[in-house]
């Protein structure tokens, strides 16, 4: 988590504050998303080209990735962003990745800083901590779309996989991870085909889906259409993202 965020979570700073209030104010006001009163209140966001539709902000991050697999992605100079940014953050796309070191959200979508609000877990799967910080993104930095971006070979679910094939526990805190992916590989346990990949984009598919059912916040802003969860997955030896749900 950022300094920023970390602030905010301690309630420190004036941008913090303001953002502890705005969740406050939606929590008074019934957890309506961006009621007028609201929405009046809001200051110009510090990305302008941000503020997209759900369906233009995936566009922009499939554009991106095409840019990334081509190789010619944009130069992205902190000098020209750090006086907007300094102030405040309106990301267009909100990514949930695995903490695998080698998928880089912001690489592989060619974006710069302030672009996209990024959780990463190795399994690519939604706890609270997770859910709670899209909400963070969607009430309060008004992020228009989520996805959900697992990979192939991914070590978190072949290593649940095994688990519950041997019927093994992992040491240390690693049982946690499983006991999130545990679902997906339970789901494709009787598919025919590759086990591993078949897993990863159930637990893929599981996971947006948990995002749009997780109320009160998400689900609103999925059944008023003012967010998208979409699910990718990443090929490690192009680069591509390919949408799977
Ligand atoms: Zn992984």
């Known amino acids: 988590m950022c300094e920023r965020c970390l602030d905010a979570a301690a309630g420190r700073g004036p941008v913090a504050r303001r953002s502890i209030l705005k969740l406050a104010a939606l929590a008074a006001a019934g957890l309506a998303l961006a009621p007028p ?64 070191s080698r998928i880089a959200p912001e690489y592989c979508f060619d ?46 679910v072949d290593a649940t996989i095994k688990s519950v094939k041997d019927g093994t526990t992992l040491p240390g805190h690693l049982p946690a991870l499983v006991a999130a992916i545990k679902p997906a590989v339970e789901a494709v346990k009787d598919q025919s085909g590759d086990m591993l990949a078949n897993a990863i984009r159930r637990n893929v598919a599981l996971n947006v889906e948990k995002l749009k059912a997780a109320g009160p ?12 969860v979409v699910g990718g997955i990443y090929k490690l030896a192009s680069g591509s993202v390919e949408l799977v749900a």
Do not use: W
Not at 133 to 151: C, D, K, R, W
Not at 217 to 228: G, S
């Open 37 to 100: 009163a609201f929405a009046a209140k809001a200051k110009a966001p510090p990305k302008p080209e941000n503020v997209l539709s759900p369906d233009a902000a995936l566009r922009r991050l499939m554009r991106g990735n095409n840019r990334y697999v081509e190789g010619v992605s944009k130069r992205h100079d902190f000098k020209h962003e750090r006086e907007p940014l300094s102030t405040g953050q309106n990301p267009f796309a909100g990514v949930l990745s695995c903490a695998d």
């Open 111 to 156: 974006v710069a800083r302030g672009d996209v609000f990024v959780c990463r877990v190795a399994g690519n799967f939604a706890n609270d901590d997770i859910v709670a910080s899209f909400e963070y993104a969607v009430a309060v930095l008004n992020t228009p779309l989520i996805m959900v971006l697992g990979h192939d070979g991914c070590g978190a």
């Open 217 to 228: 916040i998400l689900k609103a802003a999925v059944d008023d259409r003012k967010i998208r």
